[in-house]
């Protein structure tokens, strides 16, 4: 079942062996994500680990053009070890211990293809949490809201059939022309229109702003996130299914300022700036237990 997703950017300055001992600019960011995926862990120690692919994209001709035309490139038989080697250093890491104990016992060195910068990330978090294992579900950055609706949905139906919790690692930036000196080519205000959106979508659950976000808009504005997190809120939209929550049940005073009162989600954000001009954001969602919503509930957003 579905226990909680925590939302973290895809920052290789996160992992000190990266950063370097000057860049104190990334403490904030780096122990809010710590902290968050922590209590991941607490809640879940198998998770789903939700990320953009970042390698060359394929020619869309012969057979991989008809397939991305039906859904998106979503890989969940990718490698599950790899190295920060082409970020500087060769620190490696696992996004399942049981691959490394396996080739230890066979005294063979594991394999370390190339793994997406968001599945480099989910491993390093996975190994500072202590979580079991981590699922890769790797997706193709050009996917349509539309097509990512239908992947968060068919990851809602697989995890509503296992009995035990299982968290989403949910693996992502945001615009990248935040600041004067910011990567995207300084700071522009429909930039920082879109983060600020962005920022407050994943700060309350807000599903249907995140399942409206233009591919186009994000694309232009650098927003890397986009596919992750609106795989995410689908998951979260159909998971609500599975427990059976009635809309009319709810408060009615607050169904103009809390729109996602139908998916029950205790949320909230460890973490929201732009200390290199890119968006990044650390929050957490909780789904609620079925039934109508108490005060405690409310007071808990």
């Known amino acids: 079942m579905f226990s909680c997703a925590v939302f973290v950017p895809s920052a290789p300055l996160l992992v000190p ?21 922590r209590a991941l862990a607490a809640s ?25 035309t039906d859904r998106p490139r979503c890989g969940t038989d990718v490698a599950v070890t790899g190295t920060f080697a082409r970020f500087g250093v060769d ?3 696992t996004l399942d211990p049981a691959v490394e104990e396996a080739c230890a016992q066979a005294d063979a060195e594991p394999v370390r293809p190339r793994l997406p910068l968001s ?20 997706l193709d950055p050009s996917a349509s809201p ?36 910011a990567p995207g080519g300084g700071e522009r205000a429909s930039a920082v229109r879109l983060q600020k959106r962005i920022d407050t979508a ?7 702003t995140l399942a409206d976000l ?23 939209r159909a998971s609500r299914a599975h427990t059976d929550v009635d809309p009319a049940r709810l408060d009615p005073a607050r169904l103009d300022t809390a729109r996602l009162d139908t998916a029950r989600l205790d949320t909230e954000c460890l973490y929201a700036a732009a200390p290199f001009g890119v968006g990044y954001v650390v929050a957490r969602w909780t789904p609620l237990p079925a039934g109508p919503r108490t005060g405690a509930d409310y007071d808990r957003r």
């Open 17 to 37: 062996e990266l950063a370097g001992p000057d860049a104190v600019d990334t403490r904030p960011v780096r122990e809010a994500t710590r902290s968050a995926v």
């Open 44 to 68: 879940a120690t198998r998770w789903v680990a939700l990320g953009a692919d970042d390698a060359p994209a394929v020619p869309a001709s012969g057979p991989a053009a008809a397939v991305l």
């Open 91 to 93: 620190l490696p890491v």
């Open 119 to 138: 599945m480099l990330i989910a491993a390093w978090l996975r190994e500072q949490a202590g979580a079991d294992r981590v699922t890769p579900v790797v």
């Open 146 to 181: 539309a097509q990512c609706a239908a992947v968060g949905d068919e990851i809602a139906a697989a995890l509503s059939a296992v009995s035990e919790p299982v968290g989403l690692l949910v693996v992502g930036d945001g615009a990248t022309a935040l600041s004067p000196k």
């Open 202 to 208: 994943l700060e309350c659950g807000d599903l249907e």
């Open 214 to 236: 233009d591919a186009q808009e994000c694309d232009a504005e650098g927003v890397g996130g986009r596919v992750a997190w609106q795989v995410a809120a689908a998951v979260a």
